[in-house]
């Protein structure tokens, strides 16, 4: 996620798909590298090689909950993007290893909109 | 923000809504209580009385981007939130005072799912 642009994505043109990942960490063990960031990163770089792929924004606040969220241009995309082998064992490691708790809400954008400062 | 609990909501059962806000705030005057954090506390308890509302989840890396994400059981829902007087005001303020950019994601559930360690 340390390659995650800073700025909000723009507003898409609906009708699109968003994926929202919520998540709560396990405790991590300091000094041992458990592989979440590095799996993390590769994830982000492996999710724009999806078809209909659009954007992935993160945001974690320390020791708290962390919201990812990922724009795909329809349901199938998504689908696509759940199969891929290389996140497959992501998810499964995730809910072995990385998470206490997550939830998962995919949903069909119908409305959207956005504000720049100075536009 | 900060009464928020700490562990992701669990999902609903479809169909419901989403919004996705995800905003850069301006530069903080150091020192200067700009109102900020004030008011999106008060938001977080307004948005609960809204007839509908689900759940309401936040996170903001530090410096960097900021992700709420609320749930309402349907579109009138977030209808009504958006329209709600204090709502418009803190709006009002977020665009001349509070942001450098943000975006609005209004989207409808179509599947959910979670996971909790040792459930």
Known sequence: MSDQPVA???PFEPP???VVFTSLRTEPDHGHDDGYDGTADLMD???????GFLAVESARTPGGLGITVGYF????????????????TAQRRGREEWYEKYAVHI?????SYGFERGA
């Open 8 to 10: 909000p994505v723009p």
């Open 16 to 18: 699109y798909y968003t």
């Open 45 to 51: 770089e492996l999710v724009t090689t999806v078809p």
């Open 73 to 88: 241009r329809d349901a199938d995309a998504i689908k696509q993007w759940r199969g891929r082998a290389e996140h497959r």
């Open 107 to 111: 949903a069909k954008v119908e409305r």
